[in-house]
């Protein structure tokens, strides 16, 4: 891939800017160095090995929304990282992206084609089921995954024994599960506090969120209300009928192109006698669903809306940098090129820390990058404080994370994005999740 000269300047100006190590003496919370004590001990040398990464994505369904977004971040962060010193002084190299056509595809052929040609680490963002029938392949392999999508509890069920190979950087259901549920008490009548109505694909993504839901719901006395429906019919007429005796505090939509079916059934059949609503039920779409619906749904029914998408909103460093590359992206759904950017370096920052391309030392060293110690946001930091023999914690392009003892992410960023009375998202802001309390 050739280098742009925007990146080597973003890179050069990073450089400058660093402030020299022996001023370094304060980590994030505070723990003091001693800086007046050089150390007599050399530094251990780099192994001469070459660090390479491998990607697989999926062409079509819902999980292929993002496919360019992400595959160019992956692109834009290997040259980025090559160009900050690349990994024990070597270039990253970064194999042609494996594209299965379907979203439940045996993606296990890949990463065997992917291993031959010395992946030791994989970024992927196929689906759930994909991802889950495959364990057994990238933990026979040695590979360490890292998921930018993946969102199932079924992944973290105990038949399915991951041996510590893979992570997930973006908010899982239980996270999901913990933003609706709590919005669902916040309501007041004639909707039903705690009482949340769901709507999605009769899938293992959409069933994996609902009994998140209803975990969550259920122990406090709430309730959860589930729809499950065949991709590309959503016979919603008798569930919504049901919804207006007791209308939700809170509608979840958990699909893609039947969105506004879903949508417009709630409106019309919410409007009173004299044509105007009787009340407002509050609707929360999901990672896929979330777009600019337009004409596609009634006027205003989506002002009381809200969408997400994984991590903190796309910085317009990032957006214009991927539009730079290509101007026939979508103007939305930067959020997981974040992601996929912020996989690439730390799995190389978690390869320098180990001093090692094994998959199994990349795997444990990268936990430790998000837990603790000297912030940095991009690979050429890191490598500095690295070097000093510094603990370093990467906060990148998706915000800050925080892992549980899974490697799933227990605090992390939600974006949240409005809509207008057009049915148009407008600004997103962001809000944090933290699964902890």
Aim: with cysteine; proline share 7%.
């Amino acid at each position: 891939m050739t280098v742009a000269r925007r990146s080597i300047l973003r890179s050069a100006a990073l450089m400058g800017a660093a402030v020299p190590l022996a001023s370094c003496t304060t980590g994030r919370r505070g723990r003091g160095t001693d800086p007046t004590e050089p150390s007599t001990t050399p530094p251990p040398e780099d192994p001469d090995e070459t660090l390479v990464i491998g990607s697989i994505g999926v062409s079509s369904g819902l999980f292929s929304t993002f496919e360019k977004h992400i595959m160019l971040a992956i692109g834009e962060a290997r040259t980025d990282v090559n160009i900050a010193g690349g990994v024990f002084g070597r270039d990253v190299t970064l194999l042609e992206r494996v594209v299965v056509d379907a979203p439940g595809a045996d993606i296990a052929p890949a990463i065997a084609a992917l291993r031959d040609q010395g992946a030791t680490a994989i970024i992927t963002s196929c689906s759930d089921e994909s991802l889950i029938a495959a364990v057994p392949a990238f933990v026979d392999a040695g590979i360490a995954v890292v998921s930018v999508n993946s969102t199932a509890r079924d992944l973290r069920a105990d038949e399915v024994e991951t041996e510590g190979m893979l992570m997930r950087i973006s908010p899982t259901d239980a996270c999901l599960a913990k933003a609706f549920s709590d919005a669902a008490w916040n309501a007041q009548p004639p909707l039903a506090a705690g009482t949340l109505a769901f709507f999605g694909r009769d899938t293992m993504g959409s069933a994996s969120l609902a009994e998140e839901l209803r975990l969550r719901l259920e122990p406090q006395g709430g309730h959860l209300i589930r729809t499950l429906f065949p991709e590309g019919a959503p016979d919603v007429g008798a569930p919504v009928d049901a919804l207006m005796a007791a209308p939700p505090a809170l509608v979840v939509i958990d699909a893609g192109d039947e969105t506004p079916q879903i949508v417009s059934a709630i409106t019309t059949k919410s409007l009173g006698p004299d044509g105007r609503p009787m009340f407002d039920i509050p609707l929360r779409t999901t990672y896929y669903n979330t777009r600019s619906w337009g004409e596609q749904v009634p006027p205003e029914s989506l002002k009381h809306a809200t969408g997400c998408r994984p991590g903190i909103p796309a910085s317009d460093e990032l957006v214009n940098t991927m539009l730079n590359v290509d101007t026939s992206l979508a103007i939305s759904g930067f959020e997981f090129a974040g992601a996929a950017y912020d996989a690439v370096v730390l799995i190389a920052l978690a390869a320098q820390a180990a001093r090692s391309t094994e998959g199994s030392q990349i795997a444990a060293a990268l936990p430790s990058l998000l837990t603790d110690g000297e912030e940095v946001a991009d690979h050429a930091t890191g490598l500095r404080q690295l070097a000093a023999g510094a603990q370093i914690r990467y906060v990148g392009r998706s915000g800050p994370i925080e892992l549980g003892d899974d490697q799933d992410p227990v605090t992390i960023d939600l974006t949240d994005v409005p809509y207008d009375d057009a049915g148009q998202m407008g600004a997103p802001s962001d809000s944090t999740i933290d699964l902890s309390s």
